[in-house]
C-alpha cells in the first residue's frame, strides 16, 4: 500500500484495517481516469449518479450537525455541509453541463441500487449510531477522494479528466480533507480519550469504515457499468 | 398480474402501482421453491442471509413502534417486533438446524451486499420519514411473503421446501398480514383522511413501496448466487 | 389578535389557531423589551440561556437538511443553519460581550429545564415525524420572533434594547422570515397538495406548532427568572 | 444516602455520581406514598399524567431495540418494550379504573410540561446519540422506580397506596432492574471495554443520568401540583 495522505492518525489506522482500501482507491475506474482511457459514457453515467449520491452525502453531513457534541464541531460539520450543498453540486452541475447534461437530466437520473445501498448505510449508521459511527462511515468517501485525486494527479498522462482530477488534487479539497481529519481525531479523543484505538468502539468504526469503503468499491463498479 | 390477497385497501394500490411486483413474486427463486428444484446450497445461503436480514427487520419494526401515534398503532408494531424477535428468529434458527447450519455459523454471516442494500433503505425511510414512510417500505415483504406463500401453496409440487411454504402460507402469518394490513389501511387515514389516495403523499408512499419491492428482487437474485 | 406579518399562507393559520399565541408574542418579556423596563439581569440571563438555546436550535435546522425531499428544501433549510452557526451566533456572542458576559461564561451556561423541555421537543419532533413535523415545531420561534420583532419596533419606548429590537425588525431577519414562510407553503403543497388544510395532516401540525408555542411562553416566563 | 440496590456496577456509580439522586428518590411525594398522606388528587393527577409518560417511555425502549448492536440486547429491550406496551399499561388503566379514572379519561389527560420535558429529553438522547446515551437517559427511571419501590415498601406506614408500592418492590419488577442493569453492564464493556468507567464517555454518560434524575424531580414536583 501506497503511504497515506496527511488526514490525520485516525484516518492512517483506518486505512491500514481496511481490506478493501486498494481495491477501492486504485480501482480501474480510477486508473481510467488517470490514463484518460475511461469511456466516456462511463464517466457521464458515473457523475449523474453522483449527482444524486451527493444529495445524500449532504444529508449525511447535516445528520453530523445534529449529532455533535460541541460547537466546533457543528461548526465543521455546517461548513462541509455548505460546501458540498452550495459549492460542490453547482461545480457538478457545471461539469454536467460542460458535459452535455442539463440539470433537468441530471434531476431525472434514476438512482442505482450500488449508489443507494451506499447513501442508505451512511445515513442509517448515523441515525442509529451516534456522531462517532457517522464519521466512520463518511470517512472512506471525503479521504479516498483526496488521496484518489493525489495518485492521479501523480499518474496522470492525458488531460482528459483533468478537471475531475483537478479538483480533488487541488488545495480546496485537500484542505478539507485535513479539517475533516482533525474533527474525526478531536471528536475520537473527545469521547474515547487519547488511547481511543484500544477502545472496542474503535474496532465497530474500523468495521464501519471498512464496509463503507466495500461500497465505494461496488460504486466505482456500477460506473463502469452504465 | 394474479389477484391480490386481502390485506387491505392500500396495499391492492401499492401493488397495482409496483411495477417490480411480478418480478418479486414470481422470481426463479420462488418457482424454485415451489417446485422442489431450487438447489440446496442456494436455499441454506438464502436462510443464512435472511437470518441477517430478519434483525435489520426487526430493529425497523421497533423503530415503528418509536414513530407511532396512538397506542394502537404502537401495539400492533409492538407485537410484530416481538413476533419477529421471539418466534420468526427462533423458528429461523430450527429451520437452520434442521439444515445443518448451527447458531454459530448463522451469526458469523458476512451480510452480502444487496441484503444490506434492503434493510438500510427500509431503516432510512423511517428515520428520514415519518410512520407513513416506514411502513411503506416494510409493507413488500410483510405482504410480498404473504402472497408468495400463498402462491407456493397453490403451486406446490414437492415436498423440498414444505416447511418453508407452511410457514408463510399458515394462518399465523396470514393472520400477521391481515393485522398489519389494517395498521397501514388506519395509518393512512388517520394521517391523510379517507381519500388518502388523492394525496400528493400517496405517491410519495407508492415510490417507496416499488423501491423496497425492486430490492426484494435483488435479494431474491443474490439468493441464487451462493 | 394583531394581524399577521406576511411570513406565508401556513402560518396565518397555525398562527390563527394557536391559543397561546398572543400569551407569546405579547408577554411581559417582550414588553420590557420594548419599553425598556426589563431587569438587566432578566436580560443577560436570557441571552445566556439563548445561546443554548440556539445550539440545539441549529441542530435541528440541521436535521431539516437531512429529512428535507427537494434541494431547494435542502438549500434553504442549509442556509438557515449557516446564519445561525456562523452568523446569529456569533451576533450573539457579540450582543453578549458587550453585555459583559465573556463567551466562556456563555459556554458555561447550565440549561434550564424551560429551555431544555423547548429544544427537545423540536428536535424529538423531527427525529420522529417527518420534514413537516419539523417545520410545524420549528415554526413559532422563526415567525414569533419575526412578529416580535416588528411589535417591539412599532412600540419602542426606549433604547436599552434597541440592538435586540433592530435584529428582529430588521431586514435581514424580516428576510429569513419571508424565506422560511416559502419553505413551509411549498413543503405542505408538495406533500399534501394546494388544500393542504383539509387533510387531518394540518391538525396534528397545528398542535405541534400551538405546543412549540406554549414553550415559547415557558421561555420568556423563565427569562424573568434569573 | 443508602446503598444502592443491586442492579449492577454502572448503575452503582452513576447512581453515587447523580447530585439529585437523594431529591429524587426521597422527594415529598415518594414519602407521601410511603405514609399515605399523599393526597388523593394528586395520586389521580400523577397516574393520569404517568400514562402519558409510559407512552412516550415505550417508544424510547422500543427506540433501544432499533439502536442495539446484538441480537441479545435487541431481545432484552424488546421484551422490556412489551412488558411495558402490553403489561405495565393495562395495570396501569387497571389502578385509574379502581381510582375512579376511565381509559377515555386517561387518554384525554394534557401532558404537563414537565413530564413532556423529560420524556423528550429520553427520546432525544436516544436519537441523537447512540445506544448507551439512551440507556443512560432511561436507567434513572428504570432503578430510581425500583429503589423507591424497595424504600416505600420498607417505609410503609399505610395501605392507602399499597398497591403501587407492591408493584414497584414486588419480584416482577425488581427482576426486570436486574436485567436491565446486566443489559447496561454488558452494553458498556462491549463498547468500551471492562475499564470502562475510565472513558471520558462515561462523564458523557453521568451527566445525562444526572439530567434525567433531575427531570424526575420535576416530575414529582409536578405531581404535587395537579
Known amino acids: 500500500m501506497t503511504s497515506a495522505p496527511h488526514y490525520g492518525a485516525a484516518f492512517a489506522r483506518w486505512r491500514e484495517g481496511a481490506p478493501s482500501w486498494t481495491a477501492y482507491t486504485q480501482h480501474a475506474f480510477v486508473q481510467g481516469l488517470a490514463d484518460g482511457r475511461l469511456p466516456r459514457d462511463a464517466f457521464l453515467h458515473y457523475l449523474k449518479q453522483d449527482y444524486v449520491f451527493l444529495i445524500h452525502f449532504s444529508r ?3 445528520l453530523a450537525v445534529a449529532k455533535a457534541d460541541t460547537l466546533a464541531e457543528m461548526t465543521v460539520a455546517a461548513a462541509t ?8 453540486m453547482s461545480l457538478h452541475v457545471g461539469l454536467c453541463e460542460a458535459a452535455g447534461i442539463s440539470q433537468s437530466t441530471l434531476e431525472a ?3 442505482r441500487d450500488e449508489n443507494l445501498a451506499y447513501t442508505r448505510y451512511v445515513l442509517e449508521a448515523g441515525y442509529s449510531g451516534d456522531f462517532l459511527d457517522l464519521l466512520a462511515a463518511l470517512a472512506p468517501c471525503v479521504f479516498g477522494y483526496g488521496e484518489i485525486g493525489l495518485l492521479t494527479a501523480a499518474q496522470r498522462s492525458s ?3 483533468g478537471d475531475w482530477i483537478e479538483t480533488y488534487s487541488g488545495e480546496d ?5 485535513r479539517s475533516v481529519g482533525e474533527l474525526v481525531d478531536g471528536a475520537l479523543e473527545r ?4 488511547d481511543y484505538a484500544a477502545s472496542p468502539r474503535f474496532g465497530h468504526l474500523q468495521a464501519r469504515f471498512e464496509t463503507a469503503t466495500r461500497l465505494e468499491v461496488g460504486f466505482w463498479g456500477m460506473g463502469l457499468r452504465p
Do not use: F, I, K, S
Open 60 to 62: 449525511a453531513w447535516a
Open 81 to 88: 455541509v455548505n460546501a458540498l450543498v452550495n459549492e460542490e
Open 109 to 111: 437520473t434514476a438512482e
Open 159 to 161: 488531460d482528459t479528466y
Open 173 to 177: 479539497y485537500q484542505g478539507l480533507c
Open 191 to 194: 469521547r474515547l480519550g487519547q
